[in-house]
């Protein structure tokens, strides 16, 4: 599965480079909507977090379109994914979470809604009409460009445009947390009085966050020095 992704990025490689400025586009997008403070997300200080908005936005807006069609599983069988289900199955991948718990409960609700058979709402109004207050009004705030765009000025997105531009921000996403948790290692071995045993321990996961953030920053086409 994951070979079968990576293959496929290879081949696109060109336009991650025009990722970026999509995200700074939607960034300007979302600020230049009305300010409803009773639907929209807090703006928080702390930019590491703003990937996690846009991911979760996806979810609301384009959880339930399929971006991953018949893909070969070890079995020998194919499965499919949506938004949802990918992003919430390659963040499990590294065993990640957002920060945020109740975008961690969309995405579930996200996941489990969509692999229903009979729905009575779209997955974007089914989070609106949540009965949990929270996540219907961060979901609405999410969703408030759907509904505030004139037909004519809604941007339409393909689907293999959504999937690019989820998978970009899923390995930016990473790379930002893989960083935290190298800070956080090189601050504890910083400490005196470390068994040699642990600093043994923590020296092999430091290695190993180090080598999957460089992998992920040359996919997007970074460079980073250790």
């Known amino acids: 599965m ?3 992704i990576r293959t496929e990025h290879e081949e696109k490689v060109k336009r991650q480079h025009n ?20 639907v929209m997300v807090k703006e928080k200080k702390d930019n590491r977090l703003d990937v996690e908005d846009l991911l979760i936005r996806e979810v609301v807006r ?3 379109i399929v971006i991953y069609k018949d893909v070969p599983a070890s079995d020998g069988t194919t499965v499919s994914f949506n938004v949802a289900q990918f992003i919430h199955y390659d963040l499990e991948q590294d065993e990640m ?8 409960a969309i995405l579930d609700i996200a996941v489990k809604y969509t692999e229903q058979k ?10 609106i ?10 979901a609405a705030g999410m969703a408030m460009n759907r509904y505030h765009l004139s037909k004519s000025l809604e941007y339409s997105e393909k689907e293999e445009e959504i999937r690019d531009h ?9 790379i930002r947390r893989f960083e935290m948790r190298i800070k956080e290692l090189n601050a504890v071995l910083k400490k005196q009085g470390i ?26 086409g970074f460079n980073i020095r250790n």
């Open 129 to 138: 009409k949540h009965p949990d207050i929270d996540i219907s009004r961060i």
């Open 166 to 174: 989820v998978r970009h921000m899923l390995m930016d996403f990473k």
């Open 19 to 38: 990722e970026q400025d999509r995200i700074q586009a939607a960034n300007v997008d979302s600020q230049s909507q009305p300010q409803l403070h009773t």
């Open 97 to 104: 979470q957002f920060s945020n718990t109740q975008y961690n």
């Open 62 to 64: 384009h959880g339930d």
């Open 195 to 220: 068994q040699i045993s642990e600093m043994r321990e923590i020296m092999s996961e430091l290695k190993q966050c180090q080598e999957n953030r460089n992998l992920l920053a040359k996919e997007l």
């Open 118 to 127: 009979e729905k009575n709402f779209s997955l974007t109004d089914y989070l």
């Open 2 to 4: 994951n070979e079968f």
